[in-house]
């Protein structure tokens, strides 16, 4: 008798730490997708996509985030772009789009006028490398409360990322401008908010730029402002081979 009790006392221990007797998988599939919607993306999302193949559908599904990857031959899957321009003009304020690691995404002159979140899906930011290729003025520009993580950025002449107006947040990203006899003509970030360029429609109120943990490489400064914004609270940490800055673009 104690051994068949110590048995079945062994099977309720297996069964109950199982992840499919898990009380949370007695949630239905939209009651959980709204639990994951509150996770960040990376990495808290993208490690629940790990868990089962459940929760890896659910945390993927096109309603937490859109994903721009090249290799997709199929690009009928609700969700999938192969470029970043058509996963932006398709995204609703507030998405987020994941942008796959591998290769090289080109981007020119695209603009966001509305909140969106823009992450890298390598472990590092050197992995999701955008390029913005000579003759244009940007690789992304920006006229709404946007964010960038785990991203490289690199611009062949111009700017990386052009500001027109709300809050961007950047990082654990790289920008990079190529070294060659025009750099001086470069700049990793451009901010124009607050100079009239564009009409008050577009404007916001709380226009600023915060950068934290990002190499800058290259150009003729790290900032170039031309409204109201100014450079603040700037900090530096040199590691190895390379700076990472920490600053702050806001109003004088």
């Given amino acids: 008798m104690e051994v068949e009790e110590l048995e079945k006392r062994k099977s309720r221990k297996i069964t ?3 992840p499919s007797s898990a009380l949370i998988n ?3 599939d939209g009651c959980l997708m709204h639990i994951f919607s509150f996770l960040s993306p990376i990495p808290d999302r993208y490690n629940t996509a790990l868990v089962c193949h459940r929760w890896c559908y659910l945390a993927c599904h096109p309603r937490l985030w859109l994903r721009v990857d090249r290799s997709v031959q199929d690009f009928s899957e609700p969700g999938v772009f192969p470029n970043i321009e058509e996963a932006v003009s398709a995204a609703r304020p507030g998405d987020t789009i994941l942008i796959a690691a591998g290769g090289s995404h080109l981007a020119s002159n695209i603009q966001i006028k509305k909140p969106l979140c823009l992450i890298g899906g390598g472990e ?7 390029i913005c290729l000579r003759g244009s003025d940007s690789a992304l520009e920006f006229l709404s409360t946007c964010k ?8 062949e002449l111009g700017c990386c990322l052009l500001h027109r107006s709300g809050r961007l947040i950047i ?3 790289i920008l990079q401008c190529e070294s060659n006899p025009l750099d001086y003509l470069s700049c990793p970030i451009v901010s124009t908010a607050g100079s009239g360029v564009f009409p008050s429609n577009l404007k916001s109120d709380g226009d600023s730029i915060s950068v934290s943990h990002t190499r800058i490489e290259g150009g003729a400064k790290a900032v170039l402002t031309s409204g ?13 081979t390379c700076l990472y800055f920490w600053f702050d673009v806001d109003c004088r």
């Fill in 228 to 240: 109201d914004l100014a450079l603040q609270q700037v900090r530096v940490i040199y590691a190895r």
């Fill in 124 to 130: 590092l930011p050197d992995e999701t490398t955008v």
């Fill in 26 to 28: 007695n949630l239905d």
């Fill in 171 to 173: 990082d654990e990203c």
């Fill in 148 to 155: 960038l993580t785990n991203l490289t950025v690199k611009a």
């Fill in 16 to 18: 109950s730490s199982s």
